[in-house]
């Protein structure tokens, strides 16, 4: 699955967006203004390149200042914090969507780009020219709505609702882009893989040492 490097930024975003409500738990890490802008600040990371990369791709050094000074630039508030908080929600909801009806889940992130404003315009601020939809000078969620509504919208288009997935681990139920070549990813990580196949071995060697259990106790009413 080969993302651009701004599809994958934006892809990035949408789902640790979404995945900073734990949907098990309940555990919310976007309550205030501060968390928004710790969630902003961490994901600087999405811009870092390994040296190799660097050294071919100079323009995302511009890519991340540029980001860097619109952050610095906003003063976050509890609108701000509202108006993400409802984009999570509704994004979360394009992927429960996607594997049951992706016309539904192609007019939510329509909906989310009518509302957002985004407006497609050729940029050649770093890099060769391409097109963002995106503007800084609207603010965070104008931003955030705006960049993670058309990642989505990409994927969509141009790899298909079988990308959006859901963690198929009970105790997690996390948000992730299925980006493997056969498309039959279950789980969001490796980690919840394991556990959930080391779950099914313990019930699968309960249920034996029960069904063991009951024969010999069968055999011993027959003595």
Not at 36 to 52: A, D, G, N, Q, T
Not at 100 to 115: F, G, T
Not at 118 to 132: D, E, M, N, V, Y
Request: hydrophobic fraction near 40%; charge should be negative; charged fraction near 25%.
């Amino acid at each position: 699955m080969d993302f651009t490097h701004y599809t994958s930024r934006s892809v990035s975003l949408a789902v640790d967006l979404i995945n900073t409500l734990h949907p098990v738990s309940g555990r919310d890490t976007l309550l205030s203004e501060e968390d928004l802008r710790k969630f902003m600040e961490e994901h600087e990371v999405i811009y870092e390149l390994s040296p190799e990369e660097a050294d071919k791709k100079p323009h995302y050094r511009v890519a991340k200042g540029m980001y860097r000074t619109a952050l610095h630039s906003w003063e976050l508030s509890n609108d701000d914090v509202l108006r993400v908080r409802a984009l999570r929600s509704s994004l979360r909801t394009v992927f429960e969507l996607a594997s049951v009806d992706e016309q539904a889940a192609a007019a939510l992130l329509n909906e989310e780009l009518r509302a957002s404003g985004a407006t497609p315009r050729i940029s050649w601020h770093h890099g060769p020219f391409h097109l963002h939809f995106e503007s800084a000078e609207e603010g965070c969620a104008h931003w955030l709505t705006s960049t993670t509504a058309m990642g989505l919208a990409v994927v969509l288009c141009e790899f298909g609702a079988d990308r959006f997935g859901i963690c198929a681990s009970p105790s997690c139920q996390a948000a992730f882009i299925d980006a493997s070549k056969n498309m039959r990813k279950r789980y969001c990580s490796e980690a919840c893989a394991h556990r959930e196949s080391v779950a099914a071995f313990r019930a699968r060697r309960r249920r034996n040492a029960k069904s063991t259990l009951e024969v010999l106790t069968a055999l011993e009413s027959n003595e």
